[in-house]
């Protein structure tokens, strides 16, 4: 359970944050940072908040299933289907969020458009997959062109300025990433943001 919050939570974020990120080309310097990994002490990188909020949860969760229940089947082919529309989109949007300024192409933006497609796929197929497998509707898919996303945007606005907050006053800390924080009870303790499970349920 703790994991498959941790993933609708960032199918949130992929909904609300780098979708509408990704269709303004004013806006890709701002996520920009999404995509690449950070730098940290003596040498030691930490993943992007794309590995972090997608792919390794996306890991956990397939590695902790039977490797022979074909059920779980579309969990790696969604994996690496996300994967690597990601990887088109973080190349072109990290490019326009560098130092030097760089021309944006229609051709560019098309290939973005065409990697989120790319990852949002994906990401439904590892989604249903997962609740399939599991007989349960708990995660939602995200939407295609033309149809709605049934989670509150208000209440994932509110929940993030929660955990900045947290992070503002030390909760970064106590845990490295929010998923930690969500995962470990630290978060609500030291926070007072509400548990993730009610933010999961809506």
């Known amino acids: 359970m703790q994991y498959r919050s941790i993933l609708q939570f960032s ?3 992929f909904v609300f944050d780098i979708l509408p990120g990704t269709q303004d080309t ?9 995509f690449s990994a950070q730098s940290g002490r ?13 792919t390794n949860p ?8 039977p490797p022979d229940d074909k059920d779980f089947d579309g969990l790696q082919l969604g994996e690496d289907k996300f994967s690597r529309g990601m990887a088109k989109v973080g190349k072109l949007v990290s490019a326009a969020g560098g130092d030097i300024p760089v021309e944006i192409t229609k051709a560019d933006v098309k290939a973005v458009e065409d990697g989120m497609e790319e990852a949002r796929l994906g990401l439904n197929m590892f989604v249903s997959t997962l609740n399939k497998a599991l007989e349960v509707e708990e995660l939602k898919l995200v939407p295609g062109k033309g149809q709605t996303y049934p989670r ?5 606005v509110t929940y ?13 800390t106590l845990a490295n990433t929010w998923g930690a924080l969500m995962v470990s009870g630290t978060m609500q303790e030291s926070c007072q943001i509400p548990e993730a499970n009610a933010y999961f349920y809506q």
């Open 152 to 156: 509150s945007k208000s209440r994932y």
């Open 160 to 172: 993030v300025k929660g955990l900045k907050q947290c992070q503002n006053r030390g909760g970064t």
């Open 42 to 54: 003596a040498g030691q990188g930490s993943p992007s908040k794309i590995e972090r909020d997608f």
């Open 26 to 34: 004013n806006l890709w310097p701002k996520i920009a940072p999404y």
């Open 58 to 65: 996306m890991r956990i969760l397939r590695l902790a299933v």
């Open 11 to 13: 199918t949130d974020f």
